[in-house]
């Protein structure tokens, strides 16, 4: 079955970037989609279409593509940013929707 | 105020069934496709379920095919999830979810989840 890969773990001090990315062979063909999950919630979308932040996320989250690969960037690394992340998108087929494995951000 | 509310979550014994309801609000619940997400304890997010706004397409992910089946009742504004045969590894809290019309085909609006625990 299909798979979109992450690393496990992602650390960063305050103020510097963390870079979050995500494999999958079918990405250069569907977009993905980042959310950011914190303890007890549910998760919250914060980059769509690969590239695209939905109102009410601050700028400090981007998303970049680049072949299989995207990756969701967050420049400015604030406290408030440790949280679980994790990619989204679909399979080759186009049809069943799949998530990474998850990231989880330490901000030092 | 758009809203889903999950419920039906239980402790059941392997092998048994269990049926869950999520009830939408502030929206129009029948011009949007849903889905049906489970995250295990301190585990990531699967993705188990999709029906269009249409009821006319449903996929599942290979995990629950043939065990587990989505509907909806568009009349009551609620999204089901019969859970059949159930495993241990089924043990998770279940998250009904909105596929935006806005944000591309993210999930956009997210239910908090009922827990179902599978064990004897």
């Known amino acids: 079955s299909y798979e979109l890969t992450q690393p496990p773990s992602v650390s960063v001090s305050p103020g510097q970037t963390a870079r979050i990315t995500c494999s999958g062979d079918a990405l250069p063909r569907h977009y993905a989609y980042w959310y950011q999950q914190k303890p007890g919630q549910a998760p919250v979308v914060v980059i769509y279409k690969d590239t695209e932040r939905p109102s009410g996320i601050p700028e400090r989250f981007s998303g970049s593509s680049s072949g299989t690969t995207v990756t969701l960037t967050i420049s400015g690394v604030q406290a408030e940013d440790e949280a679980d992340y994790y990619c989204?998108?679909?399979?080759?087929?186009?049809?069943?929707?799949?998530f990474g494995g998850g990231t989880k951000v330490t901000v030092l | 105020q758009v809203l889903l509310v999950e419920s039906g979550g239980a402790l059941v014994k392997p092998g048994g069934s269990l049926r869950l309801s999520c009830a939408a609000s502030g929206f129009s619940f029948s011009d949007y496709s849903m889905n049906w997400i489970r995250q295990a304890p301190g585990k990531g997010l699967e993705w188990l379920s999709y029906?269009?706004?249409?009821?006319?397409?449903?996929y599942y992910a290979d995990s629950v095919r043939g065990r587990f089946t989505i509907s909806r009742d568009s009349a009551k504004n609620s999204l089901y999830l019969q859970l059949d045969n159930l495993r241990a590894e089924d043990t998770a809290v279940y998250h009904c979810a909105r596929e935006s019309h806005k944000y591309g085909e993210s999930f956009d609006v997210w239910g908090q989840g009922t827990m179902v625990t599978v064990s004897s």
């Open positions: 989204h998108s679909v399979d080759r087929s186009g049809n069943l929707r799949v």
């Open positions: 029906l269009n706004g249409s009821d006319s397409t449903i």
